[in-house]
C-alpha cells in the first residue's frame, strides 16, 4: 500500500515539475532576443559582412536605449517583481527595473529588421519582440508598466534611426 502511494506521489511531482521548468526555460530562451549578447553577436555579424548600413544603425540603437535606460535608472530606482540585491552602483543600475531594456532592444530590432518587408515578416518579428516583453513579466523581471516604457523607448529609437 504504501508503494503505491509513493509511486503515486512520484508520477504527480515528476508530471508536474517538467511542466513549470519548460516554461520557464521556454521564456528563459525567447528574453534572449531581447539580451545584450545577442545584439552584440548581430552588430558583430553585420560588421563581419560589411553590411555598414546595419551595423551604425544597430549601434546607434544600442548606444540610444542604453543612454536612455541608465540615465533613468541612475535617478529613479524601482525595484523589480522578483527583487534583487545589490552592494554599489552597478548591481544597483542593474537591480533596477524601469524601463525594461530587454523589451527596448526587442523592439528595436523587430522595427529595424522588419521595415519594408512583407507584412508577415513584419508580423513575425513583432511576434517575436512581444514574446520578449511578455517573458520579462513571466520570469518577473519587469512589471507591464516597465514593458510599456521600453517598448515606447524601442519605438522611438527606431523612428530615430
Excluded at 525567447?30 to 546595419?54: C, E, M, N, S, W
Excluded at 522595427?111 to 520578449?132: R, T, Y
Aim: aromatic content about 18%.
Amino acid at each position: 500500500m504504501n508503494e503505491k502511494i509513493y509511486i503515486k506521489l512520484w508520477y504527480s511531482t515528476a508530471m508536474a515539475e517538467p511542466k513549470s521548468i519548460s516554461m520557464a526555460t521556454f521564456f528563459r530562451d525567447v528574453t534572449t532576443f531581447g539580451g545584450a549578447l545577442f545584439y552584440v553577436l548581430l552588430v558583430i555579424a553585420a560588421g563581419l559582412f560589411r553590411a555598414d548600413a546595419l551595423f551604425w544603425r544597430l549601434v546607434w540603437g544600442f548606444l540610444i536605449t542604453m543612454v536612455v535606460v541608465v540615465g533613468i535608472r541612475m535617478v529613479y530606482f524601482k525595484d523589480r517583481p522578483a527583487k534583487q540585491k545589490y552592494h554599489n552602483f552597478l548591481e544597483r543600475l542593474d537591480a533596477s527595473s524601469f524601463p525594461s531594456w530587454h523589451m527596448a532592444r526587442a523592439i528595436f530590432l523587430a522595427l529595424l529588421f522588419g521595415v519594408e518587408q512583407p507584412w508577415l515578416i513584419q508580423g513575425f518579428f513583432l511576434l517575436v519582440a512581444l514574446g520578449v516583453g511578455y517573458s520579462r513579466i513571466y520570469l518577473r523581471k519587469h512589471d507591464y508598466w516597465d514593458v510599456l516604457a521600453g517598448l515606447i523607448l524601442g519605438v522611438v529609437a527606431g523612428w530615430l534611426m
